[in-house]
């Protein structure tokens, strides 16, 4: 049986990549015979078998530490796996190559024979972020790299990393189970009333920063007739300055504001719910990212209106009709405003986003991920 560890922030951490974690482990469970074990950000939950998941969940590091070797302690204790596979994130981990060097320290004592990292982000030279960039120099040093993007993958192959331990496995797709529920059991579930709505619901989901775009999709509401539609804004609040955003415009326009952290299981009622999803983010200079919401979006088959910035890249590569520049109100007021009045060919037009979505389903990018293990396993066997 194969046996991978993943490093990783993990629930109940209010993190995109703790959630992707979980997806993906999920899916796992279906896929394949895999034993799994969690090294995660040590919290308040207790080390415990994941009854969902049937992962076994340890306390292994702290967020921003430089010391993983609790890491070490954990894989002796279990007897050691095939793969030990890192979820990276820079904002999880540093910039420096501490968790690098623990993991090929459990190669080098045979408590792991593959390592593998998933990056969730990828900086460019122009980023200067020079940390960042010694780090990428490094996973040549790994047996393979993961990236979700095909920016991130030839951006990795320009710094030097070897081509061939590069893989670009697409982020997962959950198809949304909500779909069939009434519009008033949704609103029940998420403790709002039928009252509270008026025309259309245009929905802005994730955490909220500065760089999700909230002041550009507020300046371009104001352009749209408040009767049309209720804008809701869910999320943890990353910024306490956007409160001031969401106090004025308030005033102008129908809104309903989650202020709290929603699970995906909440997240996607509340996506069920919505008519129109809409991302207006502006990106981070010289960083590659994927959006989780953009796939939780897209399995749940609602129109999308976003920017084209890389986070979003599968939008613009699939629905670029749907798509606008970042920072420019104007442009998405129009975007909303042909949408309401072209609902129906705006769903018909999204056709293909959703047929990415299909083909993107988490338990097919499970299997790539077995697929995956088992093919650098082969190769050390043949050498």
Same mark, same amino acid.
């Given at each position: ?8 922030? =993990? ?7 703790? !959630? =992707? ?15 799994? @074990? +969690? ?17 076994? +969940? ?27 596979? +890192?979820? @990276?994130? &820079? ?27 998933? *990056? ?40 030097? +990393? ?32 039928? !009252? ?51 106090? =004025?415009?308030?005033?102008? *326009? ?12 909440? *997240? ?49 590569? =699939? ?29 018909? &037009? ?34």
């Amino acid at each position: 049986m194969l046996s991978v560890a993943y490093v990783s922030t =993990y629930p109940p951490t209010h993190c995109g990549v703790a !959630e =992707y974690t979980r997806m993906l482990i999920t899916a796992l469970k279906s896929a394949a015979n895999v034993t799994v @074990h +969690v090294l995660c950000d040590i919290s308040d939950r207790k080390e415990v078998i994941d009854k969902e998941t049937g992962a076994y +969940v340890h306390n292994a590091f702290i967020k921003g530490s430089n010391n993983y070797d609790r890491i070490l302690d954990i894989l002796a204790e279990i007897g050691g796996v095939d793969v030990l596979h +890192v979820q @990276h994130e &820079y904002g999880i981990f540093g910039y420096t190559d501490a968790i690098l060097g623990t993991c090929l320290k459990a190669k080098e004592e045979g408590l792991a024979r593959k390592i593998a990292f998933t *990056m969730h982000t990828v900086y460019h030279p122009l980023s200067g972020n020079d940390k960042a960039l010694k780090f990428q120099e490094k996973l040549n040093s790994t047996d393979a790299v993961i990236v979700h993007s095909f920016l991130k993958e030839f951006e990795l192959q320009h710094q030097g +990393v070897n081509p061939r331990i590069v893989y670009r496995i697409p982020h997962g797709t959950h198809l949304n189970p909500y779909l069939g529920i009434s519009r008033e059991n949704l609103l029940a579930e998420l403790s709002l009333s039928r !009252e509270e709505i008026k025309g259309y619901i245009i929905t802005m989901p994730g955490f909220l920063r500065r760089d999700k775009g909230l002041d550009v999709l507020i300046d371009s509401l104001e352009h749209v007739d408040r009767e049309k539609f209720t804008l809701i804004i869910a999320g943890e609040l990353r910024d306490r300055k956007l409160l001031d955003v969401i106090e =004025y415009a308030s005033s102008k *326009m129908n809104i309903i504001y989650l202020a709290r952290y929603l699970t995906n299981e909440e *997240m996607l009622k509340l996506i069920a719910l919505s008519d129109i999803i809409v991302l207006p983010y502006r990106d981070k200079r010289g960083s590659y990212s994927i959006s989780g919401i953009l796939h939780l979006s897209m399995g749940s088959f609602r129109p999308i209106i976003g920017t084209k910035v890389p986070r979003l890249i599968e939008l613009y590569q =699939y629905a670029p009709r749907l798509t606008i520049p970042p920072k420019a109100p104007e442009e998405l007021s129009k975007k909303i405003l042909w949408l309401i009045e072209n609902y129906d060919f705006g769903v018909a &037009y999204m056709a293909y986003l959703y047929g990415y979505a299909a083909r993107t389903q988490w338990l097919r990018m499970a299997r790539r991920h077995v697929s995956l293990y088992n093919n650098i396993l082969k190769s050390e066997a043949s050498t």
